[in-house]
């Protein structure tokens, strides 16, 4: 099979692409024959040994696919060879096979096909993980999406609205915001352009947001959380900007606030019964049309390298996916 491999430490253009052996299941793996893989930040992070799982080299990134099971190991519950499915696969995705535990795969919805399948199981995880579990938001309570251009932010915003929320997007450029807008954003903040603190002030009448989904981290995290309502939660989900922000202690006293931890992958795993009722909501609201991921670009294997520096860089506009095979 061909793999894309990262064979050292580094940036996306080291990547390489070459031959590998097939893979085998073990008793408690499928192995999936790979039609195509999302892009995440994680694959940005992984190949350049700054994620908090560094696999042995050399590795495939990719955190999540969707394909056809191949194998099937004895242990492996339900799945049987033929089965269409999504899988988070942690890494590994970016070739034309993956072995995957059987509990990070999911049947694929009828009437899905493989790019959206690729581009629904870790932003849509994620963001109802964070929404639901951590976040505990309430109909008719008021959303901040930071970063509501991106997969995650995108899914936020979609999600955020099948709950009841009231919504505001955030985002760097009017483009982003278009598609934030298209995902249901009641109201639109183009950070670049305004102070964010004081656009949030006005739009909430001074009242502030009830909860922050902020997957940016960076110059934006201090505003958002001045930006807070009386018991308001404050969503750690990740650092797109490159910079880990700090946190004085006092805004979060001063407002009676929760500052929440993200970590569905880890969710994912030891929660398991309540990762898979995420999903039968997901799934139930992806048939009724309330929810669509937006794939702005699909690359070719070959390409996987420059969709992950395209991600790094931030020149995507919501999801990007690697099509392995038709």
Same mark, same amino acid.
Request: proline share 5%; hydrophobic share 45%.
């Given at each position: 099979?061909?793999?894309?491999?990262?064979?050292?430490?580094?940036? /996306?253009?080291?990547?390489?692409?070459?031959?590998?052996?097939?893979?085998?299941?073990?008793?408690?793996?499928?192995?999936?024959?790979?039609?195509?893989?999302?892009?995440?930040?994680?694959?940005?992070?992984?190949?350049?040994?700054?994620?908090?799982?560094?696999?042995?080299?050399?590795?495939?990134?990719?955190?999540? /696919?969707?394909?056809?099971?191949?194998?099937?190991?004895?242990? /492996?519950?339900?799945?049987?060879?033929?089965?269409?499915?999504?899988?988070?696969?942690?890494?590994?995705?970016?070739?034309?096979?993956? *072995?995957?535990?059987?509990?990070?795969?999911?049947?694929?919805?009828?009437?899905?096909?493989?790019?959206?399948?690729?581009?629904?199981?870790?932003?849509?995880?994620?963001?109802?993980?964070?929404?639901?579990?951590?976040?505990?938001?309430?109909?008719?309570?008021?959303?901040?999406?930071?970063?509501?251009?991106?997969?995650?932010?995108?899914?936020?915003?979609?999600?955020?609205?099948?709950?009841?929320?009231?919504?505001?997007? *955030?985002?760097?450029?009017?483009?982003?915001?278009?598609?934030?807008?298209?995902?249901?954003?009641?109201?639109?903040?183009?950070?670049?352009?305004?102070?964010?603190?004081?656009?949030?002030?006005?739009?909430?009448?001074?009242?502030?947001?009830?909860?922050?989904?902020?997957?940016?981290?960076?110059?934006?995290?201090?505003?958002?959380?001045?930006?807070? /309502?009386?018991?308001?939660?404050?969503?750690?989900?990740?650092?797109?900007?490159?910079?880990?922000?700090?946190?004085?202690?006092?805004?979060?006293?001063?407002?009676?606030? *929760?500052?929440?931890?993200?970590?569905?992958?880890?969710?994912?795993?030891?929660?398991?019964?309540?990762?898979?009722?995420?999903?039968?909501?997901?799934?139930?609201?992806?048939?009724?049309?309330?929810?669509?991921?937006?794939?702005?670009?699909?690359?070719?294997?070959?390409?996987?390298?420059?969709?992950?520096?395209?991600?790094?860089?931030?020149?995507?506009?919501?999801?990007?996916?690697?099509?392995?095979?038709?």
């Amino acid at each position: 099979m061909r793999a894309v491999l990262c064979k050292a430490f580094g940036p /996306a253009e080291n990547l390489v692409l070459q031959d590998m052996p097939e893979l085998e299941a073990r008793s408690n793996e499928i192995v999936l024959d790979v039609h195509a893989a999302g892009v995440n930040f994680p694959d940005t992070l992984i190949i350049e040994g700054k994620y908090q799982f560094k696999p042995p080299l050399p590795f495939s990134p990719g955190g999540e /696919a969707a394909g056809v099971v191949s194998s099937v190991g004895a242990k /492996a519950g339900q799945f049987q060879i033929g089965d269409r499915v999504m899988a988070l696969t942690g890494w590994g995705s970016f070739a034309e096979q993956v *072995a995957v535990p059987a509990y990070n795969v999911l049947p694929m919805p009828a009437g899905m096909d493989f790019t959206t399948a690729a581009a629904f199981s870790m932003t849509y995880g994620t963001s109802m993980h964070a929404l639901k579990q951590r976040g505990q938001l309430q109909p008719g309570e008021t959303l901040l999406v930071l970063g509501a251009g991106g997969g995650v932010g995108l899914a936020a915003v979609e999600i955020g609205k099948a709950m009841g929320a009231r919504v505001i997007a *955030a985002a760097s450029s009017s483009e982003k915001l278009a598609l934030a807008k298209a995902a249901g954003a009641d109201e639109l903040i183009n950070y670049r352009e305004c102070h964010l603190k004081d656009e949030l002030k006005r739009l909430t009448q001074g009242n502030g947001v009830d909860v922050i989904y902020d997957p940016v981290g960076g110059e934006l995290f201090e505003p958002a959380v001045r930006s807070l /309502a009386w018991n308001g939660r404050l969503l750690v989900v990740g650092f797109a900007s490159g910079t880990i922000p700090q946190l004085a202690a006092n805004l979060v006293l001063l407002k009676g606030a *929760a500052v929440l931890g993200v970590f569905w992958g880890a969710f994912a795993q030891r929660q398991p019964a309540d990762n898979a009722s995420n999903f039968q909501q997901l799934f139930a609201w992806y048939a009724e049309g309330k929810l669509k991921p937006r794939v702005s670009r699909v690359y070719p294997l070959e390409q996987a390298g420059q969709a992950v520096a395209d991600l790094a860089q931030r020149r995507a506009v919501g999801k990007l996916v690697v099509r392995v095979r038709d």
